[in-house]
């Protein structure tokens, strides 16, 4: 018997760090786990010993005879990946922090409240000598966890239990529905704190640059998620799911996500923690079929294999893939012929052949949704006579080099809705440098610098997307957010940092002073508390709040009551 890890795996490398027997790979001491898709037990290597059970916190590993038939297929792909890979290196190391200098205190600004920003904290926070004070624009924390996972996927919220435990450190202390920038500025945050990291993620969508991309019916995947997840800010937005058809643009897992999303039925939704408006939405929504194009082939989808196996197990969705999208490059074909293909693709092109298999069977009308795949595919233009049409594309074949080339092959499809889904972009912070070329803060290992390649400056960090980038997930940013941590442990020890010109002791007058409605930890627990309270009433997770009028009353419950 072996453990196998499974489709809710978050890459967070708990289960690594306590494996005897370094079973688990890939490692965060191996270049491939910055882009692994998820961890993976080799089966002729693990001692069934548990350890990892215990410490995954999204509930992803379990032993072989326990799986359940949908989760079966697991075997296969963590057996798979020890094709071309080995147990011997990258044994997980500890990281080694200096000693900090006796009686020394650090008072540490984090901006942000997602993954990376509390991998960080709580590294931080494990030490009393370094005071941790956490903003956010939104009353709620958690960041993408609670505003960008999938509603559907409940396991992966899990993660939200390891930050709860950083939250109720003596040392740390929330200032959530706090504006930086316009209830406290950077300069006012760089004179009270010794050190300020910033992990504000890459918020806005990239975009297409084609014609109609600003028909009604064309939107961000951004603004869809965010509204189905309950954000404050996206709770107003309506979306025409009238039609029977709709374009989702992009190969990434998020595009998996909007697909899922537009075509679940309500007994799925309706057990999970979607916004209370975007499941009525969608239960009147007339959409039977979408289109997920990608520009390139099955080779190159950058959806992981764990969410593509899973759409199989939607009921009453058929996944209709023509065997012709299937094209591989020549390097691929060849490569996988001689079995030398990374084993990440070769299980992608293994699980979309198996779909393909169905194609002649779905061809006719089955009664059921659909998800059906367009690889090789360029969306053109988007028509539409004030509201989308019509996504005009170009159909592309692979070069002898590998390229995706076009054709002359023209294909234009039938649809309501267009979801661009191409990738997330950051934004210029005040008060920091910022490279326009790439929508990150420069910076050297999370020391934020003066442009690229520039010097230091002292006291300033960045982590998560802000610093490298919209790749990556939770696994990455834990990474990341505990190296930003590391650096400012280090120059906390060596001295570099400046003493505060201000206490911070003043930051939660200031920033109502300026009306800010501040929500502290007791808040967010009174809001916590009510939102599962709602969920438990309804059999669902939790019921979202998702005005910051709402928010804000529930967080003041306790002083009102009191």
Known sequence: MAHVITRPCCNDGSCVEVCPVNCIHPTPDEPEFLTAEM?????????????????CPVSAIFPDDELDAKDEPYLQINA?????????????????????PEGAQL??????????????????????????????????PYGLVRAGVAPDHAKTKGVEETFARTEKRRNFTYHLNVDVGTHITHDELAARY????????APHDRRLNIPGEELVGSFAATEFVAWYNGHPGYADRTFDLSGERGVVIGNGNVALDVARILLEDEATLGATDIADHAL?????????????????????????????????????IDVVIDPAEL?????????????????????????????????????????????????????????GDGAV?????????????????????????????VVRSVGY??????????????????????????????????????????????????????????????????????????????????VADLVVSRGADRVDLAGWQQIDAAERAAGRAAGRRRVKLVSVEQLVVTARKSDNEG
């Open 39 to 55: 961890l993976y037990i080799d089966p002729d290597t693990c001692i069934d010993c548990g350890a990892c059970i215990d410490e």
């Open 80 to 100: 798979d990946y020890y094709k071309d890979h080995d147990v011997e290196g990258g044994m997980a190391q500890p990281v080694k922090l200096p000693r900090l």
């Open 107 to 140: 008072r540490v600004a984090v901006v942000g409240a997602g993954p990376a920003a509390f991998y960080a904290a709580g590294m931080l926070a494990q030490n009393a000598q370094i005071g941790v004070d956490m903003f956010d624009r939104l009353p709620t």
């Open 194 to 201: 010794g050190a300020i990291l910033y992990a504000v993620g």
């Open 280 to 316: 009525a939405a969608l239960n009147d929504s007339s959409i039977r079929e979408v289109v997920v194009l990608g520009r390139r082939g099955i080779e190159h989808a950058a959806f992981t294999n764990a969410e593509f196996l899973s759409l199989g197990d939607l009921p009453d």
């Open 327 to 383: 094209a591989l490059s020549p390097q691929a074909q060849a490569a996988l012929d001689e079995g030398t293909l990374d084993s990440t693709i070769a299980t992608k092109i293994r699980l979309a052949r198996g779909y393909a298999e169905r194609y002649d069977e779905l061809s006719g009308d089955s009664g059921n949704k659909r998800i059906v795949f367009r690889f090789l595919t360029s969306p053109l233009e988007i028509l």
């Open 389 to 417: 049409s019509t996504v005009h594309c170009l159909r592309n074949q692979y070069a002898a080099t590998g390229a995706a080339a076009p054709t002359s092959e023209t294909l234009d499809l039938k649809a309501t809705v």
């Open 425 to 506: 972009r950051g934004q210029p912070i005040p008060g920091l440098p910022f490279d326009r070329d790439r929508n990150v803060v420069p910076n050297d290992d999370a020391r934020v610098t003066d442009g690229h390649d520039g010097p230091v400056l002292p006291g300033l960090y960045v982590a998560g997307w802000i610093r490298r980038g919209p790749t990556g997930g939770i696994g990455r940013n834990r990474l990341c957010g505990e190296q930003a941590a590391t650096a400012i442990i280090t120059d906390f020890a060596a001295g570099v940092l400046a003493e505060p010109e201000i206490s911070a002791d003043d």
